[in-house]
C-alpha cells in the first residue's frame, strides 16, 4: 500500500516539492556556512519524495548545543515557512476522505520541516 501511495503522491506534487527542497539544498552548499543546512534540506527532499512507509524518528544526540543552534536558525531562515506550507497543504488534503491518508503525510513531516537536525524520515 505504501508504494502505491507513494507513487500517486510523487505524481500529485511529491515530485516538485522534493525537487524543490534539493535544488533549494544545492544552492545552500554553495558556500561553507550553508552546507550543513543544505545537507539537511536536501535530506527533506528525500524524505518528501516518498513518505509512505516511513516515521519520524529522533536523532540520536538530537539535543546537543550545536544541532539547538542550528534548529533555531532554520526555524528563523527557512523552517517555519515550510512546516506551514505542508501544515496548509495537509489541511487541504484533510477536507476528503481520500485526501486523508496524504494530508497525515504532510503532518508527518512538520516535525522534520521545523527541525531537520533533531528528527529524520525512516
Known amino acids: 500500500m505504501s508504494f502505491l501511495g507513494n507513487i500517486?503522491?510523487?505524481?500529485f506534487g511529491g515530485f516538485l516539492a522534493g525537487l524543490g527542497y534539493i535544488l533549494g539544498g544545492l544552492v545552500?552548499?554553495?558556500t561553507i556556512i550553508g552546507?550543513?543546512?543544505g545537507v539537511?534540506?536536501?535530506?527533506?527532499?528525500?524524505?518528501?519524495?516518498?513518505p509512505f512507509g516511513k516515521e519520524v524518528i529522533e536523532e540520536e544526540n538530537g539535543t546537543?548545543?550545536?544541532?539547538?543552534?542550528f534548529n533555531l536558525?532554520?526555524?528563523v531562515l527557512f523552517g517555519w515557512?515550510?512546516?506551514v506550507a505542508h501544515l496548509v497543504g495537509g489541511l487541504i488534503l484533510a477536507i476528503t476522505i481520500v485526501g486523508l491518508p496524504f494530508g497525515q503525510q504532510h503532518f508527518k513531516l512538520i516535525p522534520v520541516a521545523l527541525f531537520p537536525f533533531s528528527y529524520t524520515l525512516r
Open 28 to 30: 545552500l552548499c554553495i
Open 40 to 50: 539537511q534540506s536536501i535530506k527533506l527532499g528525500l524524505a518528501t519524495m516518498a
Open 64 to 69: 546537543g548545543v550545536l544541532r539547538m543552534i
Open 73 to 75: 536558525i532554520w526555524i
Open 35 to 37: 552546507i550543513p543546512f
Open 81 to 83: 515557512e515550510i512546516a
Open 8 to 11: 500517486i503522491w510523487l505524481i
